[in-house]
């Protein structure tokens, strides 16, 4: 059980926009950055999202992300099969002292 | 050109030890907190161990007192001893550099292709 939830699968169509959500609590998205990471088959994470809502460079603008409160959320609009991962969002847990990773999404571009 | 690469995963039987290594490149290895994540087959990503620039490191409690991370900056060399392993530690391991600190992490910007590591 991670600590931070997120629905283990998302879909839409390939153009269509999707959101995958994260939430958490006051000891960890509430107090602490949120990152976001792209998990290709078989390949290492990458990073998509740091300190809540930056992109590093070469991240097309296609992804965003926010954050309130005790949740975030990534969006990525004009969806490609390329696309289809898994996602995860990852904080520091201030309770736990421990950096924690939500249990992943699933994306299908249908 | 930025980059991690991990060595030293294996096949170990249950109660063994194996140390996992990490060679930076293309960077000022010195300069970064650094963190160990595993992915078990088929499941998401788990924080196993980070070390500040200082050499202050930090563990979950599901490996403390069996896994210890360490660095050589002069060399620019990342170390995992793992000992005690059991079943549920077989993961693939990653080593990967922190934007930011452990305790306050921007995000993990550089991650190796990962070892294996097999408890059976």
């Known amino acids: 059980q991670s600590v931070l939830t997120q629905p283990p699968s998302v879909s839409a169509a390939p153009g269509q926009k999707v959101t995958i959500s994260c939430s958490g609590s006051?000891?960890?998205?509430?107090?602490?950055?949120v990152s976001w990471y792209q998990q290709l088959p078989g390949i290492a994470p990458k990073l998509l999202i740091f300190?809540?809502?930056k992109r590093p460079s070469g991240i097309p603008d296609r992804f965003s992300a926010s954050k309130s409160g005790t949740s975030a959320t990534l969006g990525i609009t004009g969806l490609q099969t390329g696309d289809e991962a898994d996602y995860y969002c990852?904080?520091?847990?201030?309770?736990?002292?421990?950096?924690?990773f939500g249990g992943g999404t699933e994306l299908t571009v249908l | 050109e930025v980059q991690l690469v991990e060595s030293g995963g294996g096949l170990v039987q249950p109660g063994g030890s194996l140390k996992l290594s990490c060679a930076a490149s293309?960077?000022?290895?010195?300069?970064?907190?650094m963190l160990w994540v595993r992915q078990a087959p088929g499941k998401g990503l788990e924080w196993v161990s980070g070390?500040?620039?200082?050499?202050?490191?930090r563990y979950p409690g599901s490996v403390k007192g069996r896994f210890t991370i360490s660095r050589d900056n002069a060399n620019n060399s990342l170390f995992l001893q793992m000992n005690s392993l059991r079943a549920e530690d077989t993961a693939v391991y990653y080593c990967?550099?922190?934007?930011?600190?452990?305790?306050?992490?921007?995000?993990?910007?550089?991650w190796g292709q990962g070892t294996t590591v097999t408890v059976s």
């Open positions: 070390i500040s620039t200082a050499g202050d490191t």
């Open positions: 990852g904080t520091w847990d201030s309770s736990l002292s421990a950096v924690v």
């Open positions: 300190e809540n809502d």
């Open positions: 990967a550099r922190l934007v930011g600190v452990v305790a306050r992490p921007y995000g993990v910007d550089v």
């Open positions: 293309g960077f000022t290895f010195s300069y970064y907190d």
């Open positions: 006051s000891s960890n998205i509430g107090k602490s950055f």
